[in-house]
């Protein structure tokens, strides 16, 4: 029997883990996340956490819009940061009986719900500012001040250690609400200290608009990126008619039809496909070319081809 890859000797023992195991020549990645740290999101969520209860306290009683949009922006980011927490703890677990791809897609799903919950967000800070235009409030500038400068301090912190992680969809998620919270901060500093010195109450919620869209801009690209990625879209990177083009200029292939390629998880595209061929006896070196294009070309590792001859041969 063929030696088990190294991809295929990670999976831990179980009734199907020989069904999951790749062998030699095989691609060369595995469906679970195994390497990951869940350090980095840990920490920031405690410190996020810790820092959101002060925000929203301190934004009601200084009546601040500036302050409770950031607030409710670290909140929303601690269960951002909750969640792709959890996804990544579930992201390693091996592929089962049940869940024969594992669960690299949670990951995933975590950005796209944390994206629609921001989108939210953005919505109810717009409605309040428009309010607060036509019937400004008292804010006291002060207390706003003080509560915004040990939050951009606490963000800046956030987004360093965020930066320094291991770069995937999810953590790339919790890093825009970060940044989104960092921008809060700075409005509401800059709120807070307009209010204090000259009593122009709606500088507040100008600035709590500019923020919003600040933070709509950065949560549609994650939005996007996420939505593609769970309707199994064609990974960016790669050109699906291209790809097309390319495998039926292989010496010994007529056409190819039924061609599926998408990212079985993040940043590692799979292609499926059925393959017109001249000779079946051909195929091993036929499919070995393939194999070879397709790596070196288009960097598609995971291959699934069904080798067929005309109808009418």
Known sequence: MPQNSVAGSQLPDSPSAHLHAHRDGDALHVHFTEQRSQSVLAWSLVLT?????????????????????????????????????????????????????????????????????????????????????????????????????????????????LSRGESNMNTRAALVNVIGDLLGSVAALAAGAVIYYTGWMQIDPLLSIFVAMLILKSTWSVLRESYHFLMEGVPEHIDYLQVGADLGRIDGVLSVHDLHVWDMSPGQPALIGHVEITDLSRWPAILQNIKTMLLDKHGIDHITLQAEVPHDA
Do not use: C
């Open 49 to 161: 956490l810790g820092f959101a209860v002060v925000e929203v306290v301190t934004g009601f009683i200084s009546n601040s819009l500036a302050l409770i949009s950031d607030a409710g922006h670290m909140v929303t980011d601690a269960a951002a940061l909750g969640l792709a927490l959890l996804a990544q703890m579930i992201a390693k677990r091996p592929p089962s009986a049940r869940n024969s791809f594992g669960f690299g897609r949670a990951e995933a799903l975590a950005a796209f719900v944390n994206s629609l919950v921001l989108l939210v967000l953005v919505g109810w800070i717009v409605v309040e500012a428009v309010h607060r235009f036509s019937q400004p409030e008292q804010v006291q500038g002060a207390m706003v001040t003080v509560v915004a400068a040990i939050g951009l301090l606490i963000n800046v912190v956030l987004a360093y250690i």
